[in-house]
């Protein structure tokens, strides 16, 4: 499909389809006013993280890398009210953005935000119960590390699902060879022929992986 056509057919489906609720533009708008990075996902890909949670009927998510929020209330958009989303960031800054926005959307006593470097929070979570989903989406470098220490957090049945796992095209990109962008190969590599896992990748916005953990 034509390059004009297919940006203007995207926005036909985010409206139809994907239409973001007023706080997560609340959010976006905050995001921009205090300085942050404006790299939460898209409105089709976030509808597409809700829909998956709710496709299997999720009570329990894990999301790795918080930013304002925006992705939180995505992934909480479509599951019933009992859901529970745990949701670690260590970034004091993006850690509070998130609070006043799960505040303003009414959901604080469902979400359970942990600041501290992931791979140490990862390492805590695994004396709670399991969970429904897993959503990777914070530092590329350690994305394997995740991988390994979120499979045993993950139920069988459940679903991991990691963003920017095209990396912007460096992934193709011989001649990128930064630590993010190596990370990244690598993570697409393992998760690939992981054999706890059932694969697919979603060329969504910046490439979006959903992997089944097998029974
Ligand atoms: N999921 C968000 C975007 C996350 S951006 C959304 O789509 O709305 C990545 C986030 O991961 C940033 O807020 C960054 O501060 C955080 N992060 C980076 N390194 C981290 C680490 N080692 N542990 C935890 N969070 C980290
Ligand atoms: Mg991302």
Known sequence: MAGERWAESLEYAEELFAAES????WIRAEMEARG???????PIEGRLLGFFCAAIGARRILEVGTLG???ALWLLSLVSESA???TLEIDPDHEALAAEAFSSAGV???VDQRLGAAIDLLQDLAEESAFDVVFLDADKVNYPRYLELCTPLLRSGG?????NVFWEGKVVDAAATDP??????????LLAAD???DACMVPVRDGLAVARKRD
């Open 180 to 189: 993010d962008t190596v990370g990244m190969r690598e993570f697409n590599r």
């Open 84 to 86: 529970q989303l745990v």
């Open 195 to 197: 054999r706890r896992y």
């Open 69 to 71: 929020g925006y992705s």
């Open 159 to 163: 679903l991991l699902m990691a963003d």
């Open 108 to 110: 604080t006593g469902r």
């Open 22 to 25: 007023d706080v997560q533009g």
């Open 36 to 42: 942050l990075p404006m790299i939460q996902v898209s």
